[in-house]
């Protein structure tokens, strides 16, 4: 099938692109490395030792003998070379991971809201709209989060994108299926439930194509084609902004630091590892929705923990302690999560669990790339909060949020001048 | 009260301006003059003789003996000049009219669905942002769209915003109150969808503001102030894409052209008086939400008609005939429509009908300015469907959709190759 991925040299663009050339698939990557170019903002680098794309790139070819093409553009500004590729390649499904993909990130101050929102908005609607313009067939595969759902679940199990409610009418109550009622607790959160009002219209008046998986936070770094070769090796985020929960505390363990554990640990949170990442894009590629078909929303995730857990498992592994401190997101302290994952264990995905590899990740990443650890980079350094205003509170030592075009620069906790002014659900 | 209108120039927005401004309140306006610029794009006026802003401001402060300033600037673009303005105004109330509000624009090439959706979302999400940044405690009072529920209600009563569900949970049915489920039938009206997810987050998570008026169908040009004096006239639309149904009958009777309904006329939509708009706005500003409280949404409107009865109206008022022809929107032929309207009218507004007041509008504006019409602006020419590949059909004698920078000209009815690929719902 030919096969066009968006950020296809990303942590999880990369990995999808090698898993589904090696699948026979016929892959072509655009990418405007955008993530690079964050690492020079965040002067934070992976702890693996990724190469640049050519370098990837010419590698494969050597390994495996197959080509993966490169286009250079910016899916969500360069909308007529966007165009021209779709003519020239018409490709079957196209993969959609163009969009900056880290909360924390999207939360550092208002030009980091503002890219993300321009960015992720602008790349999905450039995509559906050359789909439809080029009048090309392409099933949209698209990396969403389960982060649309919220986590305050309050017993309702997570459906797979679909609700089905009742709700009162002239004659009695109706059942009706709808998108699950969004809860984002980040901008970048937001712009994904902004993304699925794009797909769903998009799908209804032009008949586009769309798989969207509601993936849950990504653990492990290696997949089967990335170990084949140390010009492979794909990246490992450990920084505040970039590194999930679980790299983080790998790294804290790998270099004596202790697991710090934001609020109480008490948030329940849904994990999947990378090698079945890229297996569930696979399966969502090569099972597209039927013509017609309303967009088809998997829940891309196989288990789920509770921070304090996770933070356990790797204090059990690695001796490291524990320390908890306060929350820098405005979240509950606590959740309950019950998610529906069928469709992708049927299309036959066969998970990989935390207590079958989480050691490998230990010894194959954490350790041996050690030292490459930058320790300034462990703290958390976005805040999720408004500031309050300057006459309810003395001024702070430092700005809680600081104008556009600077960054953030608070400690671990929660400068003085930020406390959390909405009430959350 | 300090009110900074965004898009004040605009149709909504001048005559709100000048409502706020008279009865009290401290009145700056901004805009980019985008409206006015797509009158140069479409080569298609308003058939008032509106002035240039300075004209009309001038005329304003010598009628009134009121001042009304006027910042230039692109609400979407200019983010910095926009937070300097909040930071140096500070305003109490923002009412946010800057984005692209004609449906069939927004559908006419890959360009306009583009600029609609880059306009409207990054213009809203700056407002939220600069909020935020500046750290005033301005209340957003946001014109949203009645197309944000779309017309499939099956009997649903469309509530103001909250729609209360049940839903399955652990332990049996727990009811919610959910924002209404969208249902948007234009790249126009999704983007005021998504507004709706940004205002729900910075509310949940920066405590900020916002009022959200769900608007019917404007119809009426003129209001108390914008009569006072020919300089202070507001626009009036007929052309196919920025003229609202009302208007485009009452051009078509004062010139004798048919009026031209799409589809059976079995549409049900709501309305409103241009007066009641502005009055509703100023009803949003004097009423803030309480600090903490969530997003408050009103609808605004205050009646509804089938399409097919409003031309019968205009047609038993000048004699005009009715034509029905193929509808270029995808969209059901008919539908109930219940609104549930109470909010407004208990802060003590009094509707203006279509019944009070349509014939004014028929001799004030339609035949007055019946010389200024340019007959060929008359037929709607926006499709809202997927072109179909070339190898289905033979080729056109001109094309549904031509590529993005060239604006489609095709006829009243549609083109061959155009056909609906999506099934509607």
Redesign the interface.
Known sequence: MRVLILGGDGFCGWPASLHLSAGGHDVAIVDNFARRRADVELEAESLTPIRPLGERLAAWRELSGREIAFHRLDVAQD??EL?ELLVELRPEAIVHFAEQRAAPYSMK??RH??YT??NN??AT??VL??I??S?I?AHVVHLGTMGVYGYGG????IPEGY?????????G??E?D??F??S??S?YH?TK??DQ??FA?Y?????VRVTDLHQGIVWGTQTAQTRLDERLINRFDYDGDYGTVLNRFLMQAAIGHPLTVHGTGGQTRAFIHLEDSVRCVQLAVEHPPER?ERVRIFNQMTETHRLIDLAKLVSQMTGARIELLPNPR?EASGNDL?VENRQLLELGLQPITLEDDLLREVTEIAERYAHRCDRDKIPARSL????V??HDVPAPPHDA?R??GRLVAADDSPPRRARV?????
């Open positions: 909308y007529p165009l101050s208002s809201k503002r929102v321009n908005i602008n609607h450039n709209a050359a439809v313009e009048g067939d309050a017993g309702v199990k609700l089905r409610v009742r709700m009162e009418a002239d004659d109550w109706v009706r709808i998108l009622p969004p984002p607790g901008v937001m439930t902004q009002l794009m219209f799908n209804k008046n032009d008949g017609g405005n019950h999720w909060v408004r500031p205003p300057d949020e104008p556009a002014t909405a009430s959350t659900p």
